[in-house]
Every structure is written in structure tokens, then in C-alpha cells.
Nanobody, 126 residues
Framework: QVQLLESGGGSVQAGGSLKLSCTVS????????LAWFRQAPGKKREGVAG????????YYHDSVSGRFTISQDIAKNTLYLQMDSLKPEDTAIYYC???????????????????WGQGTQVTVSS
């Protein structure tokens, strides 16, 4: 059973930074496609950033491109999301997601992913 555990959420003022971590249990970490999603109150869950395990290709939602960076440490089975220049509209619960796949047709679509973490709250105040 694959388990995902997020950490690093918190409260920050607009313009600040946070770094989220997601530790993936189990073996074959390099075979995973991984992503970060978020869900704000009253809104649908949306894909923020994704990475393909096969070649490290990264994908970003337009709203975070240039501000957020997804990365991973394969030796530590850990996925990261560096969030800079945070805005109040980035406030949401952030989820880590994973699936064993060579690549995904829609890497920011939640229907592509099989495993989910419990989420971590990010609050950005103006």
C-alpha cells in the first residue's frame, strides 16, 4: 500500500514563501508520476504542478508558473513544492498525488492519479 505524507504547510503573508514536502512510502519511487493539487474553500480541486518519473518532465498550472517549483529527491522518496511570491488566492489545502506510470496524458488532472495524501493547509494573508 502506497502512502503519501505531506508537510510544510502554514500561514504566510503575501509575497512570502513556503516549501511543501511529500514523502512517498513503498518501493519503485522512480516509476511514479507525481503532482501537487490544491483545493480552496468552495472551489474544485485543481492541479498545480506535476512531474513525470520517467524523464523528470515538469508541468505547471498557468496561475503558478514562474512562482512555484516542483522538484524531487529520489534518494529520499520525497517530492517538494517550493512556493514563492505567494498570493492570497494561493490559500488552499494542498495535496500530493501519485500513480505508477511512464507518463500521463493530462498530468494536472486528478483523474490520472491513484494515491493521495491527506493534505496540508496553506494560508496566505494580504
Amino acid at each position: 500500500q502506497v502512502q503519501l505524507l505531506e508537510s510544510g504547510g502554514g500561514s504566510v503573508q503575501a509575497g512570502g514563501s513556503l516549501k511543501l514536502s511529500c514523502t512517498v512510502s513503498g518501493s519503485d519511487y522512480s516509476k511514479y508520476c507525481l503532482a501537487w493539487f490544491r483545493q480552496a474553500p468552495g472551489k474544485k480541486r485543481e492541479g498545480v504542478a506535476g512531474v513525470h518519473g520517467s524523464d523528470g518532465s515538469t508541468y505547471y498550472h498557468d496561475s503558478v508558473s514562474g512562482r512555484f517549483t516542483i522538484s524531487q529527491d529520489i534518494a529520499k522518496n520525497t517530492l517538494y513544492l517550493q512556493m514563492d511570491s505567494l498570493k492570497p488566492e494561493d490559500t488552499a489545502i494542498y495535496y500530493c498525488a501519485a500513480v505508477i506510470a511512464y507518463g500521463l496524458r493530462s498530468p494536472l488532472s486528478q483523474s490520472e492519479y491513484k494515491y493521495w495524501g491527506q493534505g496540508t493547509q496553506v494560508t496566505v494573508s494580504s
